[in-house]
Structure formats: C-alpha cells, structure tokens
C-alpha cells in the first residue's frame, strides 16, 4: 500500500524557516510529479509547488523566490524548503504524487507562522 508521510511542520516567527519532508513508502513507483498543496482553515486546498521526474518545478506566485521544492528519486521523497516565512503561510501541507493517472496523498502537516 502506498503511504506518504509528511515531516517537518511546526510553528515558525515571521521571517524564519522551515523545511518539510515527504517520503513514500510501501512502494517503489516513481512518481511523475510531486508536491506540496497546502490548506489555510476556511479556505480551498491551493497548490503550492510540484516538480516531475525530471526536475521541471512549478511555484504559486505567492511562494516564487521563498520556497524551494526538491525531489530524490532514489528516496522516493520530496522536499520544501520555506524561507521569509508570512502569517500567510499558515496552513496544513499536504504532500502528494502522482502515479498511474492517480494522486496520493500524505496526512498533512500543520505550518503554523505566527510572532
């Protein structure tokens, strides 16, 4: 069973980082895309950022040039790096990969940015 599961949240000052991790298990598929949705509570899940297996990378603008997405195939695992982090940011990550026309998805982790 394929299971991906996020690491890495946590509670942040404005300004500061954190780097999220997401590793699959179960299985040795390769994913042709990966990436981080994140949901703010009350709103819609957004995406955030992906990237495919040959590293082509996609950002929402409001992300591009403070976040940082990265995959190791052989790991199976993707990672974002967040920098300059806003109160904005705050939301729940969820991880997913795409595999068979089928998307995945991680448990969520809780991004909290906050002074």
């Known amino acids: 069973q394929v299971q991906l599961v996020e690491s890495g949240g946590g509670l942040v000052q404005p300004g500061g980082s954190l780097s999220l991790s997401c590793a699959a298990s179960?299985?040795?598929?390769?994913?042709?895309?990966m990436g981080w949705y994140r949901q703010a509570l009350g709103k819609q899940r957004d995406l955030v950022a992906d990237i495919t297996t040959g590293t082509s990378t996609y950002y929402a603008d409001s992300v591009k040039g403070r976040f940082a997405i990265s995959r190791d195939n052989a790991k199976n695992t993707v990672y974002l790096q967040m920098n300059s982090l806003k109160p904005e940011d705050t939301a729940v990550y969820y991880c997913y990969g795409v595999y068979g026309g089928r998307n995945y998805w991680g448990q969520g982790t809780q991004v909290t940015v906050s002074s």
């Open positions: 179960g299985t040795t598929v390769s994913f042709a895309a």
